[in-house]
């Protein structure tokens, strides 16, 4: 039977939830497993157990709205996440699906104002960047876009907003834009926000700026994930300091790339 990239038939996870409804950490890996191999209506069924035996979780009432917009249910999504925000008013990831849901319903006034709030809790969703930026590039012309982000990162004093417009300038070849936007991010930057510390050296070692990449990572390698350790690594190579990293990519230090559901 063809399981969409699973090593287990959907039905075998399936009973696997079953048997464990008193796991809610192994409930929610088994329905992301099924989402992300397309198999909404298995995981689905393991969301709503999720939701019935850990309420205080907000993941599994997420895991259903992703389920919903796989099945391209976008008014069935939008109710599920206006609910789901009552209960969790602070789900950056909640106001960004329902920023999709939005999108899909051709409500673009809604979806701005709900990727805003998402953006604001969380300021290096560069998802939702991304779709802000997309539906600002839609009204008006680049500049215009450019400068309503701008705007934002100032309001926020956040690095995320800034990290997305360097990158954004990089992908268009325009390595001076990209290194400004990427002082000002730096400036902002706080290494609580793993994501932004992520993306702040990539576009460092990308930009050939490898010593700043190391000093901004190496005083924290201890609890560093595996992306921003093969990120530090190649920052050595680019310093060189090659020994060095060895020792990091012997620990298993090599970017392996995460996305948001």
Same mark, same amino acid.
């Given at each position: 039977?063809?399981?969409?990239?699973?090593?287990?038939?959907?039905?075998?996870?399936?009973?696997?939830?079953? +048997?464990? @409804? =008193?796991?809610?950490?192994? /409930? %929610?890996?088994?329905?992301?497993?099924?989402?992300?191999?397309?198999?909404?209506?298995?995981?689905?069924? @393991?969301?709503?157990?999720?939701?019935? @035996?850990?309420?205080?979780?907000?993941?599994? =009432?997420?895991? @259903?709205?992703?389920?919903?917009?796989?099945?391209?249910?976008?008014?069935?999504?939008?109710?599920? /996440?206006?609910?789901?925000?009552?209960? $969790?008013?602070?789900?950056?990831?909640?106001? $960004?699906?329902?920023?999709?849901?939005?999108?899909?319903?051709?409500?673009?006034?809604?979806?701005?104002?709900?990727?805003?709030?998402?953006?604001?809790?969380?300021?290096? +969703?560069?998802?939702? /960047?991304?779709?802000?930026?997309?539906?600002?590039?839609?009204?008006?012309?680049?500049?215009?876009?450019?400068?309503?982000?701008?705007? $934002?990162?100032? =309001?926020?004093?956040?690095?995320?907003?800034?990290?997305?417009?360097?990158?954004?300038?990089?992908?268009?070849?325009?390595?001076?834009?990209?290194?400004?936007? %990427?002082?000002?991010?730096?400036? =902002?930057?706080?290494?609580?926000?793993?994501?932004?510390?992520?993306?702040?050296?990539? %576009?460092? *070692?990308?930009?050939?700026?490898?010593?700043?990449?190391?000093?901004?990572?190496?005083?924290?390698?201890?609890?560093?994930?595996?992306?921003?350790?093969?990120?530090?690594?190649?920052?050595?190579?680019?310093?060189?300091?090659?020994?060095?990293?060895? *020792?990091?990519?012997?620990?298993?230090?090599?970017?392996?790339?995460?996305?948001?559901?």
């Amino acid at each position: 039977m063809p399981t969409n990239g699973l090593n287990e038939a959907p039905e075998i996870l399936l009973r696997k939830a079953h +048997n464990r @409804v =008193d796991e809610p950490g192994a /409930l %929610l890996e088994i329905g992301l497993r099924l989402l992300t191999a397309r198999h909404s209506p298995e995981a689905r069924e @393991v969301f709503e157990i999720g939701r019935r @035996v850990a309420a205080e979780q907000p993941e599994f =009432d997420l895991g @259903v709205g992703a389920c919903l917009m796989q099945e391209s249910e976008y008014e069935l999504a939008r109710q599920h /996440l206006v609910s789901h925000l009552q209960r $969790f008013p602070n789900s950056a990831v909640g106001y $960004f699906q329902l920023a999709c849901s939005l999108c899909e319903l051709d409500r673009e006034e809604e979806m701005i104002d709900n990727l805003l709030k998402s953006i604001t809790i969380a300021p290096s +969703n560069q998802q939702a /960047l991304t779709l802000l930026h997309n539906q600002l590039l839609r009204r008006g012309d680049r500049d215009q876009a450019r400068s309503a982000l701008e705007r $934002f990162g100032n =309001d926020l004093r956040a690095a995320g907003p800034r990290l997305f417009l360097a990158g954004h300038e990089l992908e268009q070849g325009n390595e001076p834009g990209a290194g400004g936007y %990427l002082d000002q991010a730096l400036a =902002d930057l706080q290494v609580e926000d793993g994501e932004a510390l992520i993306l702040a050296a990539d %576009l460092l *070692v990308k930009l050939g700026r490898s010593e700043e990449c190391v000093e901004l990572l190496e005083d924290l390698t201890d609890g560093l994930p595996s992306e921003a350790l093969g990120l530090l690594a190649q920052a050595y190579r680019g310093a060189g300091e090659p020994g060095r990293a060895a *020792v990091l990519e012997a620990k298993g230090g090599t970017p392996q790339w995460r996305r948001l559901m």
